[in-house]
């Protein structure tokens, strides 16, 4: 069992439907990274929470430390949104990577 | 403020070879670290860098190894490449490593 697994893996919806990936990991955190990679490769960080919910325009993200999970949600899916969201485990001053979920939004 | 960069974007070597990669860090951020993703493997952490230090490495082989400058530049190496080193390997920037990273556009590394 991976360290942290995320799911689903792969992801198509319609736009304008409100997505969530999830992410659980296994032992103990001081951190949980979202990660955003579009095809080509380049990856933009959403964003990195220890605690609680943060939100940036469409984007929402939740951890639940007691429960060892986060989520990513985006309300009024667009196209644009297509990319692999990658969650990322900080612990011990190391980084460790769930496999990623392919999201597709259909116009 | 200019973005991560990372040279060459492309490269194609042969088995047996080394290769260095460079990045130049976010100007002001001092941690740099590294990672290779594959399509297998997904993504997995090299090591970190912070002033000239190697601070943190994950499970990678001696033939995988770094450094960094005193402007934060950082380089990593692979020595005697094997197929299998085949990825894009990526690195981000921080300003102390336990915040945000800003990633690289990566280096594709082609062993044939």
């Known amino acids: 069992k991976n360290e942290v697994e995320q799911s689903p893996q792969n992801l198509t919806a319609q736009e304008g439907e409100f997505i969530t990936i999830n992410c659980s990991y296994s032992?103990?955190?001081?951190?949980l990274h979202w990660l955003q990679q579009h095809p080509g490769g380049g990856i933009v960080s959403l964003f990195m929470?220890?605690?609680g919910k943060k939100k940036h325009g469409r984007l929402i993200a939740t951890i639940n430390i007691q429960e060892k999970h986060s989520s990513l949600h985006i309300t009024a899916s667009h196209p644009r949104d297509s990319a692999v969201y990658i969650c990322?485990?900080?612990?011990?001053?190391?980084?460790?990577f769930g496999k990623g979920t392919r999201l597709h939004i259909l116009p | 403020k200019a973005g991560v960069t990372q040279t060459p974007r492309y490269l194609i070597k042969t088995r047996g070879q080394q290769v260095t990669l460079s990045c130049s860090p976010i100007?002001?951020?001092?941690?740099v670290s590294w990672y290779q993703q594959t399509p297998g493997q997904g993504l997995q952490f090299l090591f970190e860098y912070f002033s000239e230090t190697q601070r943190n490495k994950g499970n990678f082989p001696g033939r995988f190894s770094g450094r960094q400058f005193s402007n934060s530049r950082s380089e990593m190496n692979v020595s005697t490449l094997e197929l299998g080193d085949s990825a894009l390997y990526l690195c981000?920037?921080?300003?102390?490593?336990?915040?945000?990273?800003?990633f690289g556009p990566g280096t594709r590394l082609t062993v044939t």
């Open positions: 990322a485990s900080n612990r011990d001053d190391k980084i460790i």
């Open positions: 981000a920037s921080s300003l102390s490593g336990q915040g945000e990273q800003y």
């Open positions: 032992v103990g955190i001081s951190a």
């Open positions: 929470l220890s605690s």
């Open positions: 100007s002001g951020h001092r941690s």
